[in-house]
């Protein structure tokens, strides 16, 4: 791997340099055992589903070598919220850790780099699913539950509350739960029946939708 200037500093985490560290110190038995981890852990003839994905990397975690194998999905994670091209990104990376490894006069930038990039290169599922995750959680709010309650308000006469209560109103309340950088919020919405039919309208489209999609058979996708 060539040293090149890096275009931006990539400030590693103390704790994935560590894992990056120990990767670089691997005899070559015991890194060929990691990457056949991350080459053989899921197939590329399948369609994965992203829980399957979770599974497997929390599976993998379990292992002696949790630090490197932490290291190497936060580097592909960050990867995909970069905008550079993988050779560019490499090249910041390898720079970062050589200034990070130089200030501490320890482990071989270039032998490091070199197994971390071949890692990342044969973890093909892995970085589809984690971009999938990013795509799929790039929004300022994400989803993360629903619920409609349905409610009778009967309609006493206010100016006459004696009377007896003949007529009442059927309230859906639509309980969206969403996500973001400040943790769970709820939102309540009041539905009328005609309402929500047309809520169902739309997510039928939507569902329509994607399935001519799938069926279009230009691309594998993966289930979320």
């Known amino acids: 791997m060539v040293n090149l200037p890096a275009v931006a500093r990539i400030n590693i985490p103390e704790n994935h340099l560590s894992g990056f560290i120990t990767i670089g ?3 070559l038995k015991e890194f060929d055992k990691l990457s056949d981890l991350f080459k053989g852990g899921l197939s590329k003839d399948t369609t994965p589903k992203i829980q399957d994905i979770v599974n497997w990397i929390a599976e993998i975690k379990e292992t002696k070598h949790r630090h490197a194998i932490e290291a190497i999905l936060g580097m592909i994670s960050f990867r995909y919220r970069q905008n550079d091209t993988s050779e560019v990104f490499f090249k910041d990376f390898y720079s970062s850790l050589s200034d990070q490894l130089q200030e501490k006069d320890f482990g071989n930038a270039e032998k490091i780099a070199e197994r ?50 003949e007529h009442a109103i059927i309230i859906h309340r639509l ?48 289930e979320q």
């Open 116 to 165: 971390v990039q071949l890692l990342y290169d044969e973890a093909i599922v892995i970085r589809r699913a984690l971009k999938a995750t990013s795509l799929l959680y790039e929004s300022e709010h994400v989803y993360d539950s629903c619920r409609v309650i349905s409610d009778i308000r009967l309609l006493f006469d206010d100016e006459d509350p004696s009377l007896e209560c």
């Open 25 to 27: 110190d691997l005899e």
């Open 175 to 222: 309980k969206l739960a969403r996500r973001d950088a400040d943790g769970q919020k709820e939102l309540y919405v009041s539905l009328t029946r005609s309402q929500l039919q047309e809520i169902k309208q739309h997510i039928d489209r939507a569902l329509k939708k994607e399935d001519q999609m799938r069926k279009s058979g230009a691309f594998t996708f993966i």
